[in-house]
């Protein structure tokens, strides 16, 4: 079974940076495709990043480009965001979970989240 545990959200500042870490169990991460996806308040869930499996690509939702880096380290199972230059549109509840390359979009069901709050 397929299970994420993501941390690291908070209260941030417009400008400012976060690092978002998730923790993965169950699954070999290094076989699968895995992304961030974003669900802000009243709105549809946003896919954000997705890092392939092989060769080191990545892919990022417009709005974040730029901006947000996704990383992947295998070997601790552990999949990482890095958000920089926070805007206020950007406060969202983030998840992580395995991702469709082509579309980004999520191809598992993902963990409780961690609130990102970016406002002044």
């Known amino acids: 079974q397929l299970q994420f545990v993501e941390s690291g959200g908070g209260l941030v500042q417009p400008g400012g940076s976060l690092r978002l870490s998730c923790a993965t169990s169950g699954f070999t991460l290094a076989d699968y495709h895995i992304g961030w996806f974003r669900q802000a308040p009243g709105k549809n869930y946003e896919n954000v990043a997705c890092a392939s499996k092989s060769n080191g690509r990545t892919k990022y939702t417009q709005a974040v480009k730029g901006r947000f880096t996704i990383s992947r380290a295998n070997a601790k199972n552990t999949v990482y965001l890095q958000m920089d230059s926070l805007k206020p549109e950007d406060t969202a509840v983030y998840y992580c979970?395995?991702?469709?390359?082509?579309?980004?979009?999520?191809?598992?069901?993902w963990g409780p989240g961690t609130q990102v709050t970016v406002s002044s």
């Open positions: 979970a395995t991702c469709y390359w082509e579309s980004l979009g999520p191809a598992s069901s």
